[in-house]
T-cell receptor, first 112, second 117 residues
């Protein structure tokens, strides 16, 4: 099965700085890579995803990059704001399988 | 996006009793739903895959007789925690995918905070 590792587990940045979270996966067959944001006590929400036919995708202050050769993908948040503080999860579901395995999560704290 | 509704959002029960949690897809049909458990400051751990009209598939280490899953329709899956104990206290959350393909977004229910006293 797929093994997803996520780093760092915690990340503190000053407001306005950038934050980068990285995930690695084990199965080269994976071709869809979503990122979820979970605020305390709430459900995870998809914030951005990328498919293996592109190397980068951007949506305003959020971007995801994918390196299929190295089997890792990263979430980039620029101009961070306090409301970006949350736990972020990556995932790399295997094609042909419905279930989704999540990374261990990164707690991001944006300091005003 | 698609909507997944989970009920109740929180429940407190006595040790030894059973608790049922419902997960509904409101605007799409979900032949497959997933149940996760999340302990404080930890990731979402998949417990089981709920399949409409057939038995659930449990992850290793999850007791199928303790966590009963029923997926009787295309829009409803239920998780029953039987003979609950304090160590079962956790945040339980369901999810479903709305598309037929594998590369589709997973939508989550609101989650259920279970406290066993």
């Amino acid at each position: 099965g797929e093994n997803v590792e996520q780093h760092p587990s915690t990340l503190s940045v000053q407001e306005g700085d950038s934050a980068v979270i990285k995930c690695t996966y084990s199965d080269s067959a994976s071709n869809y890579f979503p990122w979820y944001k979970q605020e305390l006590g709430k459900r995870p929400q998809l914030i951005i995803d990328i498919r293996s036919n592109v190397g980068e995708k951007k949506d305003q202050r959020i971007a995801v990059t994918l390196n299929k050769t190295a089997k890792h993908f990263s979430l980039h948040i620029t101009e961070t704001q306090p409301e970006d503080s949350a736990v972020y999860f990556c995932a790399a579901p295997l094609p042909g399988y419905q279930k989704v395995t999540f990374g261990t999560g990164t707690k991001l704290q944006v300091i005003p | 996006g698609a909507v997944v509704s989970q009920h109740p959002s929180w429940v407190i029960c006595k040790s030894g009793t059973s608790v049922k949690i419902e997960c509904r897809s409101l605007d799409f049909q979900a032949t497959t739903m997933f149940w996760y458990r999340q302990f404080p400051k930890q990731s979402l751990m998949l417990m089981a895959t709920s399949n409409e009209g057939s038995k659930a598939t449990y992850e290793q280490g999850v007791e199928k007789d303790k966590f009963l899953i029923n997926h009787a329709s295309l829009t409803l899956s239920t998780l029953t925690v039987t003979s609950a104990h304090p160590e079962d206290s956790s945040f339980y959350i369901c999810s479903a995918r709305s598309g037929q393909g594998m590369n589709t977004e997973a939508f989550f229910g609101q989650g259920t905070r279970l406290t066993v006293v």
